[in-house]
């Protein structure tokens, strides 16, 4: 009996040290479109940005599919089939959702193998498309523990090397050999990814045509005033200056252009 007693002691002990641990392992599953990274969901890939309208073109309502887009399910069949806009392909299409971040409700930032990442977008836009995917931007820290196994550029081969020289952005995942440890493709080249973090423009390293750059930024020089929010990996351009270490703070959080992109962390 003792012996029985002590069983069902050791018994409710193990299952309720099992339990938190069970509990602490459903949590570590990321989105389909996510990879883990620490205590991070990170998008897999780099984000595109679609305007969904409240309806599909039958007049029935996309609350469905926005639900999708958290828990890493819509596909570009169901954004297309509900009438959705991919956004920032080609040009700076994002209006109403204004430079500063408002009037954007109806953007979204989806995390899409395959599709040309949206680009022409500043800081404020992406973190609105981020949130309404119920997702947020990364924080510099978090985006250098997730590219961490991502291979510096070297060459760029134009087919599976991290495209840095091929003067557009290349296709969501298809640079195969562009991936980091955790999964996470195209963090290095393609389009420099903006993170939370902000700087002082003071601190930034911005050219300075003859002079030294290491020399001006020691010297606290700088051509502007106010805050630049970091952008990381580098981009399409950016050739050997690209890589996990990459990281430039010289533009102010309103800039936009076409080799600026983002994706979103959980």
């Known amino acids: 009996m003792k012996r029985m007693i002590m069983m069902l002691v050791v018994g409710a002990a193990i299952s309720g040290w099992l339990a938190p641990v069970a509990a602490q392992a459903k949590s570590a599953t990321c989105p389909p479109d996510s990879v883990k990274s620490g205590p991070t969901c990170m998008d897999k890939y780099e984000a595109s940005v679609w305007r969904i309208p409240a309806t599909n073109p039958t007049g029935r309502s996309n609350a469905s599919l926005i639900q999708k887009i958290p828990t890493g399910t819509a596909t570009v069949a169901l954004l297309t089939a509900a009438g959705a806009t991919r956004l920032g392909e080609s040009s700076d299409d994002y209006a109403p959702c204004n430079d ?22 500043d800081w404020f836009q992406a973190q609105q498309g981020c949130k309404n995917s119920g997702k947020r931007l990364p924080s510099n820290a978090e985006w250098q523990a997730a590219v961490a196994g991502t291979p510096d550029p070297g060459p760029d081969n134009g087919t599976t090397d991290c495209n840095s020289t091929a003067g557009s952005a290349s296709l969501t995942g298809t640079r195969s050999a562009c991936v980091s440890a955790d999964g996470a493709f195209d963090m290095v080249g393609n389009l420099f990814e903006w993170v939370s973090d902000w700087v002082p423009l003071s601190m930034a390293c911005p050219g300075w045509g003859g002079f030294s750059n290491d020399v001006m930024c020691l010297s606290g020089a700088s051509t502007e005033a106010g805050p630049g929010a970091l952008l990381r990996g580098g981009s399409f351009g950016s050739g050997s200056y690209a890589g996990p270490l990459a990281v430039s703070g010289i533009f102010e959080p309103s800039y936009a252009g076409d080799f600026l992109g983002f994706r979103c962390a959980r």
């Open 100 to 121: 500063n971040g408002s009037n954007c409700t109806d953007v979204y930032a989806v995390s899409l193998p395959g599709v040309t990442p949206s680009a022409y977008i």
